[in-house]
T-cell receptor
Framework: AQKVTQAQTEISVVEKEDVTLDCVYETRDTTYYLFWYKQPPSGELVFLIRRNSFDEQNEISGRYSWNFQKSTSSFNFTITASQVVDSAVYFCALSEADFGNEKLTFGTGTRLTIIP | DSGVTQTPKHLITATGQRVTLRCSPRSGDLSVYWYQQSLDQGLQFLIQYYNGEERAKGNILERFSAQQFPDLHSELNLSSLELGDSALYFC??????????????FGPGTRLLVL
């Protein structure tokens, strides 16, 4: 069965600091997809990134970067020079490529608070 | 704005009642997914419809049902409501049927409070 663990329940950092959100996953499949979503205080879920299991290249998008390591089953998310607008709950999610069973399995989320 | 719309935004009702949540997917998307977010269960997948047909089922209670109409909008029906059904219900959509291989874009959610 697939599982996503976000061990950090809450993190607080001062504005402009860098912060890394951890995500560890479990799956028996060799083909799977990993996602990060952001849930700001307004409540909607905003898609940030999707990565497939065959692409271990790190990705950078502005102040956001993602580190995917299959050897440790981790898909960590780093925010550089954090800003108050980054305050939100961040969810890591996993989906497997099993036909007809391709739901997203979410972690429990990490609440990130950026202190001005 | 993801392009997925959900109505209503908020819903307050009493135990034993029935409610209907509505979702319109992004233009061009054929799949609709329903998720429930509650404090004790987190974000859980309920059900997926693709082009009008049920595609995958998750932890959906028998008291809950869904359907997708020819215009691709979807409705989630919750009946015999209990206090524990209070949650944020999300709809998501994707282009094709392979939800696991595609990005699912989420609507703003419907917050249900059962009193």
């Amino acid at each position: 069965a697939q599982k996503v663990t976000q061990a950090q329940t809450e993190i607080s950092v001062v504005e402009k600091e860098d912060v890394t959100l951890d995500c560890v996953y479990e799956t028996r499949d060799t083909t799977y997809y990993l996602f990060w979503y952001k849930q700001p205080p307004s409540g909607e879920l905003v898609f940030l990134i999707r990565r497939n299991s065959f692409d271990e290249q790190n990705e950078i998008s502005g102040r956001y970067s993602w580190n995917f390591q299959k050897s440790t089953s981790s898909f960590n998310f780093t925010i550089t020079a954090s800003q108050v607008v980054d305050s939100a709950v961040y969810f890591c999610a996993l989906s497997e490529a099993d036909f007809g069973n391709e739901k997203l399995t979410f972690g429990t989320g990490t609440r990130l608070t950026i202190i001005p | 704005d993801s392009g997925v719309t959900q109505t209503p935004k908020h819903l307050i009702t009493a135990t034993g009642q029935r409610v209907t949540l509505r979702c319109s997917p992004r233009s061009g998307d054929l799949s609709v997914y329903w998720y429930q977010q509650s404090l004790d269960q987190g974000l859980q997948f309920l059900i997926q419809y693709y082009n009008g047909e049920e595609r995958a089922k998750g932890n959906i209670l028998e008291r809950f049902s869904a359907q997708q109409f020819p215009d691709l909008h979807s409705e989630l029906n919750l009946s015999s409501l209990e206090l524990g059904d209070s949650a944020l219900y999300f709809c998501a959509s994707s282009v094709g049927s392979r939800g696991g291989l595609e990005t699912q874009y989420f609507g703003p959610g419907t917050r249900l409070l059962v009193l």
